[in-house]
């Protein structure tokens, strides 16, 4: 919704609502609609972005191209929350970048913050996070990727899939089983850079809203021993960590396409006439209009809430999960109300609600589905209960 009054909430200070005034006049201006090769598009976004100087707010450290000391996750949220509103692709380029080197800002060491982190910022390295398997994506203790520790390597061997950027991506933060104990105490990370001997493409993956996306593999590949992200065995808390701030910022990207999805409402329901009324003079409409707009506002309280607890400093792992499981359950709802309203065009390939509604779907699934954030929030508030 073109309302910008929510910036005024006291989650924000004044330079997140300059940032947001600013990426806004950027995103009216730069970002068009991008037709053919998405590989192209995508590239050809990050790089934007990039000379923008808005992937400095993915990365943690003024050292290394960062906008600030660790990373303002309110500052990520209202850009992909304004940039989702514009474009899918644009907001999956961006959020990629972060998800992608989000261990390393978190659990680099000096070098490998200087040799990744940089390149990130102005757009000149495009990242990925390597995690889901074909037979672990909820369950990611599952996983069965492995790699063996020898005296100054790491041989990785094992496939990742749905792993988005794959095949356009420099490197990719990668989750192989190291065996320190069993199950999710048994895994690392590790940073892999495109092109490594043992490395390969083996399948793309097309999905309803086109952006890259493969299947990866790695055989008899041989790492430095310097690729190690963190210490070894900690490679699940590394993952979840990661996911804790990126989380937060799908909630916001969920947001910016309700909203973009309410805008395409309001403006098709209150100049589509018919039975000699406009259809926003239908009582039946307003119901739906009224729970769009409930539902946006719902969306954005949680996903600031969950921002502005996680730049308190606060472990924010059940309300990152409110956060994504409300706003994208929601937007998924309030893009079919769109649809609705639009009639037969609304389904017409390449009308702005088809498109979200295409766009929206995933993010019910990855970085943990819906149900999987049930299970969190849950598991956090029995917890709470039980220790009262
Ligand atoms: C477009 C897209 C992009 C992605 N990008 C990446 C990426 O960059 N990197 C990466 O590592 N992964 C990525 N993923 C993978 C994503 O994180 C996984 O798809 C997701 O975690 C679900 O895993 P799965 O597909 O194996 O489904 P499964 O784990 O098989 O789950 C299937 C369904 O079961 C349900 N479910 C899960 N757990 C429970 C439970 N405990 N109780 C009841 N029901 C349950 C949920 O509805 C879930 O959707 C991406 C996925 C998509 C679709």
Redesign the pocket.
Known sequence: MSDKTYLQWPFFDDGHRRLAEDVEAWAREQITDHHGEVDAACRELVAKLGRAGWLRYVVGGTDYGGAHHGIDTRAVCLLREILARHSGLADFAFA?QG??SGAITLHGTEAQKKRYLTRVANGEAIA?????E???????AAMTCTARASDDEYVLDGE???????GIADFYVV?ARTGEAPGARGISAFVVDAGMQGFEIVERIE?I?P?P?ARIRFTNCRLPKACLLGTPGQGFKVAMQTLDIFRTSVAAAALGFARHAVDEALSRATTRPLFNKTLADFQITQVKIAEMATGVDTSALLTYRAAWLRDQGQNVTREAAMAKMTSTETAQRVIDSAVQIWGGCGVVSGHPVEKLYREIR?L?????????QQ?IIAKQTLAEFQHL
């Open positions: 990629m998800l992608g990925a996070f390597a995690l889901s074909p037979e672990s994506g909820s369950d990611v990742k899939t749905w792993i988005s950027n794959g989750f999905v809203a952006h996306l995933a019910r699934i990855y970085e943990g589905a819906t149900e999987v299970l």
